[in-house]
């Protein structure tokens, strides 16, 4: 007999067990649901994967962003971590009112998303939060910081060194938003979205196009830009919180993960090692990544979160 026939024989009368099994992989779109539920008169749409009994990690998403900026991230954890990540109202795929229906600032935004953690009687999280999610979370926190187990803070400022060259800019919109519309345009353009993703990156090649096109397609929405105008707006009043959030930090010392983008343009790296001024014991990585560092620090981030909750016991 040839050599080809025998092994052709060998194989054919193999018993089932010397065959290796196929190896199953974690799939995003079987960990993943999605839901909507009501939130005193606003859908709110959030993500949601891993058991129910495992502790839960509450994230917290960015602009113009919404949970879709978590996919990659939740099959990495979900094996061991009940997660849920909302869209605000306003964002993603959450309901979004007229500002004479809902009023847009990030105190509401932090009631708003309170409230549907409350509803889903989720009481005691991880906060991974990220750019936005950063003064939503620290509301919710002060709040309520018998609720918060742990913080993970991907370009999440709190600091005042930590904003970047643009928001100089920003101010003066503050000061008077009528007399410097370009502001805001910029901000909302097509332009303005491509560089919140890769501007500063060593590698703009992992960034896939459809992120800002979507982003822009997203702010160009009918009532958007009256929505995000406000939030802009209102965004001087968490530079003004600045000082209490420390305070809180000082006070309360949560274990805290900082996965920082060192890239970042808007909130640049200085802001992710200030935390070592009120929290000591903070862990703090500088990533060689932009704004949205998942997109390019995935496998990363997850391996320090899942190794960082491990020690704390979470």
């Known amino acids: 007999m040839t050599s080809s026939f025998l092994l052709v024989l060998a194989m054919a009368t193999a018993t089932p067990a010397a065959i290796e099994a196929p190896v199953t992989l974690p799939s995003s779109s079987?960990?993943?649901?999605?839901?909507?539920?009501?939130?005193?008169?606003?859908?709110?749409?959030?993500?949601?994967a891993g058991p129910k009994d495992a502790p839960?990690?509450?994230?917290?998403?960015?602009?113009?962003?919404?949970?879709?900026?978590?996919?990659?991230?939740?099959?990495?954890?979900a094996t061991k971590y009940h997660l849920i990540a909302p869209d605000y109202p306003g964002f993603g795929n959450s309901d979004a009112p007229p500002p004479s229906q809902y009023t847009y600032t990030f105190d509401h935004l932090a009631e708003s998303t309170?409230?549907?953690?409350?509803?889903?009687?989720?009481?005691?999280?991880?906060?991974?939060?990220?750019?936005?999610?950063?003064?939503?979370?620290?509301?919710?926190?002060?709040?309520?910081?018998e609720r918060v187990r742990a913080?993970?803070?991907?370009?999440?400022?709190?600091?005042?060194?930590?904003?970047?060259?643009?928001?100089?800019?920003?101010?003066?919109?503050?000061?008077?938003?009528?007399?410097?519309?370009?502001?805001?345009a910029a901000f909302t353009s097509l332009e303005g979205a491509k560089q919140r993703h890769i501007a500063g990156s060593a590698h703009p090649e992992r960034y896939s196009p459809d992120l800002w096109?979507?982003?822009?397609?997203?702010?160009t929405r009918p009532g958007q830009a009256e929505i995000q105008k406000?939030?802009?707006?209102?965004?001087?009043?968490?530079?003004?919180?600045?000082?209490?959030?420390?305070?809180?930090f000082r006070e309360k010392q949560p274990p805290t993960l900082v996965v920082w983008g060192t890239h970042d343009p808007s909130f640049v790296a200085a802001g992710g090692d200030a935390f070592r001024r009120d929290l000591p014991k903070a862990e703090i990585h500088q990533l060689d990544?932009?704004?949205?560092?998942?997109?390019?620090?995935?496998?990363?981030?997850?391996?320090?979160?899942?190794?960082?909750?491990?020690?704390?016991?979470?």
Do not use: C
Not at 129 to 141: E, K, N, T, V
Not at 213 to 219: G, N
């Open 151 to 184: 913080l993970v803070l991907q370009n999440a400022n709190a600091y005042k060194e930590g904003l970047g060259a643009k928001w100089a800019n920003i101010a003066k919109f503050w000061d008077n938003p009528d007399a410097h519309p370009e502001v805001f």
């Open 56 to 77: 839960t990690i509450v994230l917290l998403h960015g602009f113009p962003s919404s949970s879709r900026m978590f996919d990659t991230l939740f099959p990495l954890l």
């Open 230 to 248: 406000a939030l802009l707006y209102d965004y001087r009043n968490n530079v003004a919180s600045y000082p209490a959030w420390q305070a809180w």
């Open 30 to 48: 079987t960990s993943i649901t999605y839901h909507k539920v009501d939130v005193d008169g606003v859908g709110m749409f959030y993500r949601e």
């Open 114 to 145: 309170n409230a549907l953690l409350e509803k889903l009687k989720v009481d005691r999280y991880v906060m991974y939060l990220q750019d936005y999610g950063g003064p939503i979370g620290y509301r919710i926190a002060l709040k309520h910081p």
């Open 289 to 314: 990544a932009g704004h949205f560092a998942l997109d390019e620090k995935v496998d990363d981030i997850a391996s320090l979160m899942l190794r960082f909750l491990g020690d704390l016991g979470h």
């Open 213 to 219: 096109v979507d982003e822009y397609a997203f702010l």
